[in-house]
């Protein structure tokens, strides 16, 4: 009987040695196909370089210098958003690295608001407050930096956006200056604060947030989405950490959202955006936690076969949109014409939605026609040999009416061509609909991604933080990069 389970044991070991092979081989030639930005022709590069620049002046033409706060959207008056904050203060190291701002413009910037974040009130009031145990309201007044209003809630996932910016500024500050040293001892003091513990009313999981009138917010970080980063930060703090339960209990869920879309297997998540938030930080190249082990894949090759179903969705069309094919594609959250239901030129009626989480995956299929950029954008470090053409594309069909001074409106839909007068943006007759403005959460991927892509900076900075390093490590993951010494 022994030797009978010994020979089980045996084969079941031989057949996850040959599934982690065939998983490899797979990711390599994976590897292999993303073609680097200098193989591309050099319109195109021209064409990235373009929308790179223009989307970091997006970030830095829209914060307010006093305090760092940045509109959740822009041009035009906002509300601040943290998570907007958090991409910014990343996009500040990349237009330094970049030569569009000086490295004393990008620290005078970053000090001035993450003193603003260390000084902000936390209490439990419902208007006097900025955040509360260290985490931050989702939107913020623009100048007061107080909580907006009493329907925004205390995030957890936004405050991590914010956090992330946070550490990066940490890391990517290194000089023996007065003022680079204040950086790094203000991001050590905001990260620490963040009592994570407190945000688990149903631990091991993380709430994702908090109302003074209503509480906790009946609903828990469960993957697979954007969430991840959530965890990682959770685990790696050295004030308030999580139980490594945690991250299986994150995981737990995945089992139902692995599976095959449009002729890609992968770990579903029907927006873009939850296989780019994280992403846009963490360098997940050939790094596993023991999900990504027993499947021989990553979470970069995750992100690089969602965006091929989502552009082999666009080709299938089965809404019958306009515009919709090879180059022309991208569903996530985003803006929209509005809350509408119209009948179209060619007899049809459809409804179509302002601002919400459009998507096609095996977890749900979000889609009024409405194509978002950033959906194809903040994809480019996966598959650039699929998004850059798509970019290009969008680019030379509807011209000024999608890009202009700061790179790609938020999103289009060439399907509700109306003589209607929309609920937001406007209607170019002949081309479709069309936003007038830009998001922060949308633009971040684009610019982050752009620039990872390029040159792996903010990957390569991160990599430093030993709190993103510890989060992984608790998390699970090993391998790569997070087993070879800090470079």
Known sequence: MTSRFARIAALKALFAVLVASIGTVQLADAREAVRHFESFSRPQQAMVEDLERRTFQWFWDGANPANGLIPDHYPGPSFASIASVGFGLTAYGIGVERGYITREQAVDRTLATLRFFADAPQNDSEDDASGYHGFFYHFLDMKTGKRFARWTELSSVDTTWLLSGVLFAQSYYDRDTPKEKQIRTLADEIYKRVDWTWMQPRAPLVSMG????GKFIDADWKGYDEGMLVYILALGSPAHP?????????????????????????????????????????????????????????????????????????????????????????????????????????????????????????????????????????????????VVPALQAMKERYGDALYGQYGFVDAFNPSFDTDMSPKEGRVVRGKGWFDTLQIGIDQGPIVLMIENWRSDFVWKVMRRNPYIRKGLQRAGFTGGWLDQAVK
Request: contains cysteine; negative net charge.
């Open 210 to 213: 908090w109302t003074p009138g």
């Open 242 to 386: 999580v139980s490594e339960k945690a991250w299986p209990a994150w995981t737990s869920t995945y089992p139902a959202q692995w599976g095959n879309f449009q002729g890609q297997t992968f770990l579903n998540f029907a927006p873009l955006f939850g296989h780019q938030y994280s992403e846009a930080w963490v360098d997940f190249r050939g790094i596993r936690d023991a999900w990504s082990r027993e499947h021989g894949l990553d979470y970069v090759e995750n992100g690089r076969r969602a965006a091929y179903a989502q552009r082999a969705y666009a080709i299938a069309n089965p809404g019958h949109w306009k515009g919709y094919e090879a180059n022309v594609w991208g569903l996530t959250a985003c803006n929209g014409p509005g809350d509408v239901t119209l009948k179209l030129p060619d007899g049809t009626q459809h409804t179509f939605d302002g601002y919400t989480a459009r998507g096609a995956g095996l977890d749900y299929v979000s889609d009024d026609g409405t194509i978002a950029p950033t959906a194809a954008g903040g994809s480019i470090a996966f598959a650039p040999e699929i």
